[in-house]
């Protein structure tokens, strides 16, 4: 037995340190790299769709067509959103689980740790895959991000590298999410009762099981437009008897839950920080794990609302209309409860609290205009103008991506085991803030006003709001080199964090009760947690 | 356009009072009442859920605010830790947001069942979208009129890549096609939509329809232009349909019940024309079965 433990202990000493060099990376098995590298990922992913975005709004800056031609402009609108979506917030969600849940449940690493080096490493490739469009025969996908047929068959050389990307993207996620749930299940420490689990935790359980749900079926929908594409079949080819109509089904109900798959980590990170600088318990944590659950479920029922305007019988848009207002009722209580939360608090505002505000204003407006879009009659003059741009950028941008920076500016100290400059951290804030509502609040104008999205160039009447909203989007676009310069920083220097990290505000968790930086190795004896 | 920063701080003071272009109803920042039954129950429900929210976003924003300058740690606040759940509160507030959900849901739904009812028409065009234009071909009255409907020259000529024309010089940039739709106001109109290449969406913004055109299906709308609203009535496709999808603009001209009576007979006075062997150059209107070229 002595020998058996000597060994250990030699084993423990040798893996006490990182390996150094390529192979650290490249074989990483430990989730804090893997959580490092996802995050790295994202944030390098977060400018390429960024520096598209940039390419958009200086083409719509004023009427006529000035940079780029329609079909290049039409690449950048949907390899944008496919970045964006697949290659920034999920990755980031991801990262964040990496680093952040083993830490909260105290558990040493993720239960997976070799599938989760997989995991990460099929995401350089699939996204190389995907660039790499932009150089090939015909460009890059061009007919939206929905790949919506017949159109997207019309593509040239893309049409394969798209599917097989999405593909890999699928795999990846549908290996991450198992990865959270199997972790999440078995590694929690003892007397960690899911009830006593953080949210961000909860939020993430639940998330992983809607990437179980629905990855899957995007890949069968990918997989149809290929066959159809190259092996004769007819899915969606109405002059072979298929139905086009089925592929935006298919896709939208994966589509919807994936909607809920980019908020609700954001919700579980906001559930976090908003007690720590209230200086108070989060109000009504039960509440808010069954208003998570019940979004979950409802995304599954409502992804007809995505395709009111295609013809649908009146008894299935009454369904889906309802179903849809019904979301607002939960993510409703989320925001009540927030709100309740600061309520007779002790607010102070270090920038992950005032991303976290900003996020319940900015959110909640998203969300409104996501009430307006459930009724059935006002979604047919909404749908495909620039109110639902301005709509999913509200909940997706001042929504998910500023929780991803909030979660950053909060457990950056944790991960680096330094401070970083705070003063230039607000003043990231506040730029950001200040232009995502120069950048997307006139594009409700737009839509209502009657512009339709996914146009290179517009009628003359819209050439104010859009002036305005380039502006503002050159000016998000920039800010955001503050955030890559906060960062870098605070890795490279800066004062010694403390294991609490925010002293004098109430971060509340196992995460906090380990030095700063979190030791490689981390709760190599399970807490006991009372 | 020239962009000079006082030309822009100049437009931006005006926005408020943004004039309308042509014949919509759009004031520049909200939905068109428009011209229909339909699209101004639509602009009612608009704005009565716009403030809806209006009225949520006061008492919600105004609490967050409240916390935010009453509850600040700077200013000494001590958190009452002993608030963590309320049952009675969160009953309330799950109850009352569901209340308003029913409330906006009930009025919706009559709107719905109206604009599913396309009963009793008393004119049907069928509307075909191609890459990238419209065609439209009449039935009952108007039976045998058919044309496609294209972008016009002149913005078709500004709107390439680095045309050296101005957009703003050109009337209707963008909206204008050579040959409009044409139906008489005050009669029920049915539109029969489909598509012979990938999906479109057929929108007229102050008529409040909007459809895809989809191939292998059939989609059904209807509008009524309410008399004295004679006009012209721009809109465009709104469904990503590939390069040239910015540019096939929807025009429906709207006239009197009398001179759509008057166009339909030119029509198909020049129909005969066309169709006699000795025909002079062929007028506006085509034979139905012209396919597109290409």
Not at chain 1, 478 to 486: C, E, G, K, Y
Not at chain 2, 32 to 39: A, F, H, K, L, Y
Request: charged fraction near 10%; aromatic fraction near 14%.
């Amino acid at each position: 037995m002595a020998h058996a433990h000597a060994d250990t202990a030699h084993h423990d000493e040798h893996h006490d340190q990182p390996i150094s060099g390529i192979r650290r990376w490249l074989f990483a098995t430990n989730h804090k790299d893997i959580g490092t590298m996802y995050l790295v990922f994202s944030l390098i992913m977060f400018f390429v769709g960024g520096s598209m975005a940039m390419v958009i709004r200086a083409e719509l800056f004023k009427p006529g067509l000035q940079l780029v031609d329609p079909g290049f402009f039409n690449q950048m609108t949907t390899m944008h959103a496919l970045i964006m979506i697949f290659g920034a917030v999920m990755p980031a969600f991801v990262g964040l689980a990496n680093w952040m849940v083993p830490l909260q449940i105290g558990a040493p690493d993720m239960a997976l740790p070799r599938m989760n080096n997989f995991s990460f490493w099929i995401l350089p490739f699939a996204f190389t895959l995907l660039l790499s469009t932009l150089f090939v025969p015909g460009g890059a996908p061009a007919g939206g991000w929905t790949m919506y047929p017949p159109l997207v068959l019309q593509g040239g050389n893309f049409v394969p590298m798209l599917i097989f990307a999405v593909h890999l993207m699928g795999a990846s996620s549908i290996m991450g999410a198992i990865n959270v749930i199997v972790t999440i299940m078995n590694m929690r420490a003892p007397g960690m009762n899911l009830l006593k689990m953080p949210l961000f935790c909860w939020s993430w359980l639940i998330t992983a099981y809607l990437l179980i749900a629905v990855m899957p079926v995007l890949a069968g929908a990918v997989t149809m437009l290929l066959t159809d594409h190259f092996f004769g079949t007819s899915f969606f080819n109405a002059a072979g008897g298929g139905d086009p109509v089925m592929f935006e089904h298919v896709f939208w109900f994966f589509g919807h839950p994936e909607v809920y798959i980019m908020i609700l980590p954001a919700f579980g990170i906001i559930s976090e920080i908003i007690p720590t600088f209230s200086r108070k318990p989060l109000f009504g944590a039960v509440s808010m794990i069954y208003a998570t659950a019940s979004i979950a479920f409802l995304s599954f029922i409502v992804w007809g609302h995505h395709m009111f305007v295609d013809g649908m019988p009146v008894a299935a848009q009454l369904f889906f209309m309802m179903s849809t207002m019904l979301i607002a009722v939960p993510t409703g209580v989320k925001v009540f409860n927030w709100t309740a939360t600061m309520w007779r608090g002790s607010l102070s505002f270090e920038p992950p609290m005032l991303f976290a505000v900003a996020f319940l204003f900015l959110f909640s407006i998203g969300g409104f205009s996501g009430l307006m879009l459930a009724l059935t009659p006002a979604d047919f003059q909404y749908q495909n103008t620039y109110f639902v741009v301005a709509h999913f950028h509200y909940v997706l941008v001042p929504g998910a991506v500023f929780a991803i920076m909030a979660a950053v500016y909060y457990w950056l100290p944790k991960w680096t085991g330094n401070m970083y400059n705070m003063t230039l951290a607000k003043t990231h804030f506040w730029l950001s803030a200040i232009f995502v509502n120069v950048l997307f609040f006139p594009q409700h104008f737009l839509g209502l006003a009657g512009m339709p999205r996914r146009i290179p160039d517009y009628a003359v009447q819209f050439t104010d709001w859009n002036m305005v909203s380039s502006i503002g989007g050159f000016g998000f676009g920039l800010s955001q080199i503050l955030f890559a310069v906060v960062i870098i920083q605070c890795v490279r220097g800066g004062a010694k964090a403390t294991s609490t990290v925010w002293e004098g505000a109430t971060p509340h968790g196992l995460e906090w009760t380990i030095p700063s930086p979190a030791p490689y190795h981390s709760f190599t004896e399970a807490p006991e947690v009372k | 356009m020239r962009v000079t920063p006082v030309r822009l701080l100049s437009s931006l003071a005006s926005l408020a009072f943004a004039g309308t272009a042509g014949a919509n109803t759009s004031n520049g920042y909200n939905l068109p009442p428009g011209v229909t039954d339909i699209s101004q129950a639509i602009y009612g429900l608009h704005m009565e859920i716009f403030w809806v929210c209006v009225g949520i976003a006061v008492v919600v924003f105004g609490a967050m605010i409240y916390s935010l300058v009453m509850f600040r740690h700077s200013k000494g606040a001590v958190p009452d830790t002993t608030m963590v759940h309320s049952t009675k509160v969160e009953i309330v507030w799950t109850i009352i947001p569901v209340l308003i959900l029913v409330a906006m849901a009930v009025p919706a739904a009559e709107i719905i069942l109206k604009m599913e009812d396309t009963r009793n028409s008393e004119l049907t065009v069928r509307v075909t979208g191609y890459q990238w234009k419209w065609q439209y071909q009449y039935m009952d009255q108007a039976e045998g009129i058919g044309f496609f409907s294209t972008l016009k020259q002149d913005s078709n000529f500004a709107r390439q890549l680095n045309s050296g024309v101005d957009p703003s010089t050109v009337p209707n940039y963008l909206l204008d096609v050579d040959h409009p739709l044409v139906v008489p106001s005050g009669t029920k109109v049915r539109i029969l939509l489909t598509s012979q290449d990938v999906i479109h969406a057929w929108w007229v913004p102050d008529f409040g329809v909007k459809r895809s055109a989809i191939p292998g299906f059939v989609n059904e709308l209807w509008f009524k232009v309410e008399p004295g609203k004679e006009g012209i009535y721009r809109g465009q496709c709104v469904a990503l349909c590939g390069r040239d999808h910015g540019f096939m603009p929807v025009v429906v001209d709207v006239r009197t019940p009398d001179d759509f009576k008057k166009w339909v007979e030119e029509q198909k006075a020049a129909l005969k024309q066309a169709a006699a062997p000795a025909a002079a150059a062929p007028a506006t209107a085509q034979v139905v079965d012209v396919k597109p070229a290409g």
